[in-house]
């Protein structure tokens, strides 16, 4: 925050050993930052199949159903193989506990998952999809039959409509589920990093479109690329700046070269989105480089928890201070 | 619900003698650590984790002396355990609700049901909880939750020989432990300390609490835990907040300038209306299937 918060005062700071304190994360790479990525990826895939629907871009949305759904499903395999225990998988939904993250996580993860893979079926129907069914008033009915020939269609759009709810939790949720932890570069950071994630999401999701998508009808997804894009950077610049002493993880070490590389992939790949409407070649590149930006920003936020949760200084340091303030506090 | 049980160690009197650490590996049939040599005076456990839920920490205080030789001061010797949280993160965070709270207030895993999620590991403020690698389950003390079922104290409270580790219901602890700092202060030892007694601390008390000579943190203990899910309704309404701006800027991108929306920014809402020939290729097979 402040310049004199940024220096850490060594000599203060006591502990056993130079040994943590908490212990770091034991999620695995790349299983669960590519989770985080995939996870996002779906969300905003969702939410731009719904948009697409309703303003009749077929080829967008057909594109951005697709994604959404591999996405929820590699994503929810990943996080299946990440267990200590696979074989129970299914324990995850054994209860509802709303004080979990990881609880509400795999809640909102399965309705994601099943809606997002029921929502393939609209597209099967043989009635055109070339919009909503009349179950919407003031909407019209798509396709040059008018009412509804089937029942595949109104179902997978229902799921998909349903899908632009759990679209937008599923790309934010994962931002509590790390932030509700002792880590201290996580849980102080709970302000910026969902809009991190959702900004990482969004320039994810766009460039899998922009790539999945002939170019004269990927011009939506090129603009979700890059408000994603500029969203990411400006969250993770407030974020590190907001931190002070705590953004260090961010900064150093192989977390910070991996946020440095996400920033620069992201902010070139956005920059490269806005121009690259006319061109395979700078399509390509952008989508490519977005991609990657995502992928690294997840790697580098694991990292970066397990730098701060590794480093005794990161927990004590912020916690005596919080303890001395009190103090002063009280004796003033 | 059974009275609060719980451990007062009183780090003063102990000597370092690790019987705890050996009743409850014995009594809880725990893997061994690895037979590491931490070089760390004569601590050879490091930390608490997975298979080690009594860890006796060894400090070496050195006062330079006059003629310029380093002499050891003091030695500090604590046994550290699971704190048994009033709010525990742990058990907050479960999402399988392997963890439970049993009726003698103290928190434990059913390891029947634990998945392996590895939540709990990182959650936890004291780095206690941690995942056997090789069995993939989360292990952490549970107060000897099936010696105290048959009347019996934990094993390592049994064990100890000097009373360091006591054993008891919590509130009857806790007056032991205001008299024992009183007199230690009396005695002109001020740097006496109860850590993790009270019920206004960051995790609403602890279960198992101790006698500090030092700061927490020579101890490897944080100097002011906080259960995280406390900030849960904040951690939320932030990340609704970006799921609706989320929301919000992918709508833009469809609905915003013209210019934005590829060929097919004709009508907003169906922009295939009155336009057959617009229909991309799966339109145009919905057609021939007339």
């Not at chain 1, 299946?80 to 990881?102: D, H, Q, V, Y």
């Not at chain 2, 080690?52 to 006062?63: K, L, Y």
């Not at chain 2, 046994?79 to 907050?92: F, G, I, Q, R, W």
Request: net charge neutral.
């Amino acid at each position: 925050m402040t310049r004199e918060r940024a220096v850490v005062p060594e000599a203060e700071f006591r502990s056993y050993y130079g040994r943590p304190v908490i212990k770091p994360p034991i999620w695995h790479e790349p299983h669960m930052p590519t989770y985080l990525y995939l996870g996002g990826m779906s969300g905003v895939s969702s939410m731009m199949a719904v948009m697409a629907r309703l303003t009749g871009r077929d080829r967008l949305a057909g594109t951005a159903r697709v994604a959404a759904a591999a996405g929820a499903a590699f994503g929810a395999a990943l996080l299946a193989a990440e267990l200590g225990r696979p074989e129970r998988f299914l324990n995850m939904l054994r209860i509802f506990k709303p004080t979990s993250p990881m609880s509400v996580g795999s809640w909102i993860l399965a309705a994601q998952g099943g809606l997002s893979a029921a929502a393939l079926v609209g597209p099967l129907d043989g009635a055109s999809p070339g919009g909503l069914p009349d179950v919407l008033p003031g909407v019209r009915t798509g396709g040059p039959d008018g009412p509804l020939a089937g029942v595949l269609r109104p179902l997978g759009d229902a799921a998909l409509l349903a899908s632009g709810v759990t679209g937008p939790l599923t790309a934010t949720y994962t931002a509590v589920l790390v932030a509700d932890t002792a880590v201290p570069a996580w849980h102080e950071a709970y302000r910026e990093l969902p809009f991190l994630f959702a900004g990482s999401a969004m320039a994810a999701a766009g460039a899998v479109s922009m790539l999945g998508t002939p170019r004269a009808h990927a011009g939506p997804a090129r603009a979700v690329a890059v408000l994603g894009a500029a969203m990411e950077t400006v969250a993770g610049e407030a974020m590190e700046r907001r931190l002070g002493f705590l953004g260090e993880p961010y900064r150093t070490g192989r977390a910070g070269r991996l946020m440095r590389t996400a920033r620069a992939l992201t902010a070139g790949g956005g920059l490269l989105a806005v121009v690259a409407g006319r061109s395979r070649t700078l399509t390509a590149l952008s989508g490519l480089a977005l991609t990657a930006g995502s992928l690294c920003t997840r790697f580098g936020i694991l990292e970066a928890g397990r730098a701060s949760a590794a480093d005794p200084k990161y927990t004590v340091v912020p916690q005596r201070r919080r303890l001395d303030a009190a103090r002063e506090r009280q004796d003033s | 619900m059974a009275e609060r049980m719980g451990f007062f160690t009183d780090t003063s009197v102990c000597i370092g003698c690790k019987a705890c650490e050996v009743a409850c590996k014995e009594w809880n049939q725990l893997p061994d650590d690895g037979f590491v040599f931490e070089a760390t005076s004569y601590d050879n456990t490091g930390m608490l984790g997975a298979s080690t839920w009594r860890h006796v920490a060894f400090i070496e205080q050195a006062r330079p002396a006059p003629d310029g030789d380093d002499g050891v001061e003091r030695w500090l010797m604590s046994s550290d355990v699971c704190k048994h949280c009033t709010h525990a993160a742990c058990l907050d965070v479960c999402p399988t609700g392997a963890l439970f709270r049993t009726e003698f207030d103290t928190v434990v895993v059913q390891s029947d049901i634990c998945n392996g999620c590895g939540y709990c590991v990182p959650a936890c403020p004291f780095g206690v909880i941690d995942r056997r690698e090789e069995d993939g389950r989360a292990w952490k003390c549970t107060m000897c939750y099936d010696r105290q079922r048959g009347g019996l104290e934990p094993a390592c409270a049994k064990a100890c020989p000097t009373d360091s580790i006591q054993f008891g219901p919590l509130d009857e602890l806790r007056s032991r432990a205001e008299e024992r700092v009183a007199r230690l202060r009396a005695d002109g030892r001020e740097e006496a300390r109860l850590y993790g007694e009270s019920p206004s601390d960051g995790v609403g008390g602890a279960g198992a609490f101790f006698l500090l000579l030092d700061e927490p943190e020579v101890y490897g203990l944080p100097p002011d835990p906080v259960v995280t899910t406390r900030d849960l309704p904040a951690l939320w309404r932030w990340a609704g907040a970006a799921a609706v701006s989320a929301a919000g800027a992918v709508a833009l991108a469809f609905l915003g300038p013209r210019g934005w929306g590829g060929s097919r920014g004709r009508g907003r809402w169906g922009g295939s209306r009155g336009l057959p020939g617009s229909h991309g290729v799966l339109g145009s097979r919905g057609g021939g299937g007339r």
